[in-house]
T-cell receptor, first 112, second 113 residues
């Protein structure tokens, strides 16, 4: 079983719709992250959480929100999706001792 | 015209050869560097890391070299295999005491049998 599980794997939605991407982990890590990947670009950080009561904005948080429901669960929401949010989204975890990230398999989101 | 940023640098090697993937990092204060491998359809996977107080670190078939003078990082893969075909990213801890892991755009490695 995957240590970091993202659902759904693929999603097509329309402009203006609200959408939630979910992430769960069995690694027991405190820290969780949401990244976005666009073709030819590096991974960019959307939000991160160092524990259940901690939420921080990353470099591209506009248009997104997150919820840390439990140590093992971290969801990403697009309140009103727009086409330039079409991208591959990754959830990741790390323990508190370093920067080594463990990524999920990604969610390919298309906003029409 | 086309945007250079949409095209990844590519490296094509023959199976069995050694591969060297290069990365220039941006922040001279960065103190931790990581290499990730991303296969098609999968999330990035940790390969090896190195702290700024080291110049070289070896893993299984991989070696990372750090040259802080010119802010350059390289990943060497020995005896490259078809399973090594992937996009390779470097990342640097560029935020000091704050969390900021900056990823490079990646290099596509293709291994020819």
């Amino acid at each position: 079983d995957a240590d970091v599980t993202q659902t759904p794997r693929n999603r097509i939605t329309k402009t203006g719709k609200r959408i939630m991407l979910e992430c769960s982990q069995t690694k027991g890590h405190d820290r969780m992250y949401w990244y976005r990947q666009d073709p030819g670009l590096g991974l960019r950080l959307i939000y991160y959480s160092f524990d259940v009561k901690d939420i921080n904005k990353g470099e591209i948080s506009d248009g997104y929100s997150v919820s840390r429901q439990a140590q093992a669960k971290f969801s990403l929401s697009l309140e009103s999706a727009i086409p330039n949010q079409t991208a591959l989204y990754f959830c990741a975890t790390s323990d508190s001792t370093g920067w080594k990230l463990f990524f999920g398999s990604g969610t390919q989101l298309s906003v029409l | 015209g086309e945007s250079v940023g949409l095209h990844l640098p590519t490296l094509s090697v023959q199976e069995g050869d050694n591969s060297i993937i290069n990365c220039a990092y941006s922040n001279s204060a960065s103190d931790y560097f990581i290499w990730y491998k991303q296969e098609s359809g999968k999330g990035p996977q940790f390969i090896i890391d190195i702290r700024s107080n080291m110049d070289k670190r070896q893993g299984q078939r991989v070696t990372v070299l750090l040259n802080k003078t010119v802010k350059h990082l390289s990943l060497q893969i020995a005896a490259t295999q078809p399973g090594d075909s992937a996009v390779y990213f470097c990342a640097e801890n560029s935020g000091g005491s704050n969390y900021k892991l900056t990823f490079g755009k990646g290099t596509l490695l293709t291994v020819n049998p």
